[in-house]
C-alpha cells in the first residue's frame, strides 16, 4: 500500500488576495501530472450550492492548466472518487463535511484512495477531516455526523486558522490555545495550530511545514512548542 501524498492548507484565501490566489504555484507542483481534479463540496460554506462552489476552484485552478469536476456533477460519487486522478476537499463546516461524507458512502472510498496514493489536497474543513478526529475543528456542530473519528492519514489533530491570544483585547471567552488545552484533558493525539496562510506537505514518510509562519505545536501537559517552517518528520516518526 502506498503512502499518503498530502497538502492541508489552513485557508484558501488570505486578506487582499483571491480564492487560492497565494498558493496556486504550490497547487500547480503538488498536481502535477494530473489533468482533472475531484473537488468535493461538501462542507460548503454559508450554504451556498455545490455549484456555486465548485466554481471557485474551477475558475482558481483554470489559471494554472487543471480542470475541476466536483462530485456532484457525477451520477455515482464513490466511483468518482475511486477513479479520481486526484481530488480536492474545500473548506466550509467539518460537522456538514463529515456528515454528508458518510450520508454518500464516499467516506471509506476516499480513505482508501488518499492511504492508495490518490494526491489529496484539504483546506481547512478538508483538512480538519485528515487526523484522528475532528474535535479541535472551530466550527459549530450544525449538523450531527454519525462519527466524530477522522480519517487518520496523519497522526495528530489540526487546528486550521489558528490565532493568537490578542494581548491587547478585552474580551474574556477562551482562546484557542485554552479550547485545545480542554481537548487534551480527554484524548492524547498531538495537535497542530495552523495559521493563516501555513500549510503541511505530507509524502510518505515525510512531513514539511510551509509559508510564512510558524505553527504552534500542543501535546498534552506539555507547554505548546513553536515549529518553524521546515522538516517536521519526527511527528509521522513517534507514531509511526
Not at 100 to 119: N, W, Y
Request: proline letters at 9%; charged letters at 25%.
Amino acid at each position: 500500500m502506498s503512502q499518503p501524498n498530502l497538502l492541508l492548507v489552513s485557508t484558501s484565501k488570505v486578506h487582499g488576495s483571491q480564492y487560492m490566489e497565494y498558493l496556486l504555484p504550490q497547487v500547480k507542483r503538488f498536481f502535477r501530472g494530473s489533468r482533472e481534479v475531484l473537488f468535493i463540496p461538501y462542507a460548503r460554506p454559508g450554504g451556498i450550492s455545490y455549484e456555486e462552489y465548485t466554481d471557485l476552484p474551477r475558475k482558481a485552478f483554470a489559471k494554472i492548466g487543471l480542470k475541476v469536476k466536483g462530485t456532484h456533477e457525477y451520477p455515482d460519487p464513490v466511483k468518482a472518487v475511486e477513479r479520481a486522478e486526484a481530488i480536492f476537499t474545500g473548506g466550509g463546516n467539518t460537522f456538514l463535511l463529515l456528515k454528508t461524507l458518510c450520508e454518500k458512502g464516499v467516506l471509506k472510498p476516499l480513505q482508501r484512495a488518499v492511504a492508495q496514493g490518490t494526491r489529496y489536497m484539504g483546506s481547512s474543513a478538508g483538512s480538519n477531516i485528515a487526523g484522528p478526529s475532528i474535535g479541535t475543528s472551530n466550527d459549530m456542530p450544525i449538523v450531527y455526523p454519525p462519527r466524530f473519528e477522522g480519517l487518520g492519514w496523519v497522526p495528530f489533530n489540526l487546528n486550521p486558522h489558528y490565532l493568537d491570544p490578542d494581548p491587547d483585547s478585552t474580551h474574556q471567552g477562551e482562546t484557542r490555545e485554552r479550547r485545545i488545552n480542554e481537548f487534551h484533558v480527554h484524548n492524547t493525539q498531538p495537535v497542530i495550530g495552523l495559521r493563516e496562510g501555513s500549510w503541511l506537505r505530507v509524502e510518505g514518510r515525510k512531513l514539511k511545514l510551509k509559508g510564512p509562519h510558524p505553527a504552534l505545536l500542543f501535546r498534552r501537559d506539555q507547554e505548546p512548542v513553536e515549529l518553524e517552517p521546515g522538516d517536521i518528520s519526527f511527528l509521522l516518526r513517534e507514531h509511526a
